[in-house]
């Protein structure tokens, strides 16, 4: 079965820090640009940040100078860090996968999709 699986979500305290980690189950994606995003309820989904299949790397706004998005091609891995936590970071995260980084912030251009999981900041 082909999809990406996601782990690491949780409850954190504003100002916290939090990692999370997507990887691909019945394919390669080491050509493919892998992107976070994100869901909260009565919203849109929202592109959080993207990593190419070069490494370079988008952030919306919103997280800019607080989340890194990182990928490690050896363990077939691409983590989100994210810091400086704030409530309105509260969503469920999805990872993403597609080809190109153009317009990666689209969902309806993705291929492949996780399950999402649970982001919680609060005191």
């Known amino acids: 079965q082909v999809q990406l699986v996601e782990s690491g979500g949780g409850l954190v305290q504003p100002g916290g820090s939090l990692r999370l980690s997507c990887v691909p189950s019945?394919?390669?994606?080491?050509?493919?640009?892998v992107s976070w995003f994100r869901q909260a309820p009565g919203s849109e989904r929202e592109g959080v940040s993207c990593v190419g299949s070069r490494g370079t790397t988008y952030y919306a706004d919103s997280v800019k100078g607080r989340f890194h998005i990182s990928r490690d091609f050896a363990k077939n891995v691409v983590y989100l860090e994210m810091n400086k936590m704030n409530p309105e970071d509260t969503a469920v995260y999805y990872c993403?996968?597609?080809?190109?980084?153009?317009?990666?912030?689209?969902?309806?251009?993705?291929?492949?999709w996780g399950q999402g999981t649970q982001v919680t900041v609060s005191s």
């Open positions: 993403a996968a597609k080809a190109g980084t153009k317009n990666w912030h689209m969902s309806d251009l993705y291929t492949y």
């Open positions: 019945g394919f390669s994606w080491d050509y493919n640009a």
